[in-house]
């Protein structure tokens, strides 16, 4: 089992910056590729940044590529989303995710644990 703890989240003005943080614990808790996904009220949930096991290998949504930066750390297990020049659109509840499987990985059910969310709210 694998417990995913998201935090970070907040009000932000556009244009300004927030860095999430998602804790990752659990047995082999390093060996999962890690996501980030968001849900926007009244919207599916989409995915937004990959970050492979070994940290080499990252993906962005075409929305947030060139603003947003995945990363982790494996000791202690942690995955970070920097989030640069934010838009009233990157207004979400944002997840923390982890997938065994191998590849890219952009869709909600091909990841097998998650975390309860985090608010992100930009005003304009």
């Known amino acids: 089992q694998v417990q995913l703890v998201e935090s970070g989240g907040g009000l932000v003005q556009a244009g300004g910056s927030l860095r999430l943080s998602c804790a990752v614990t659990?047995?082999?808790?390093?060996?999962?590729?890690m996501g980030w996904f968001r849900q926007a009220p009244g919207k599916e949930r989409e995915f937004v940044a990959q970050?492979?096991?070994?940290?080499?290998?990252?993906y962005y949504a075409d929305s947030v590529k060139g603003r947003f930066t995945i990363s982790r750390d494996n000791a202690p297990n942690s995955v970070y989303l920097q989030m640069n020049s934010l838009e009233p659109e990157d207004t979400a509840v944002y997840y923390c995710?982890?997938?065994?499987?191998?590849?890219?990985?952009?869709?909600?059910?091909?990841?097998?644990?998650w975390g309860q969310g985090t608010q992100v709210t930009v005003s304009s």
């Open positions: 995710a982890a997938t065994s499987g191998p590849g890219s990985r952009f869709r909600v059910r091909e990841y097998d644990y």
């Open positions: 970050i492979r096991r070994s940290g080499i290998g990252t």
């Open positions: 659990g047995r082999t808790s390093s060996t999962y590729a």
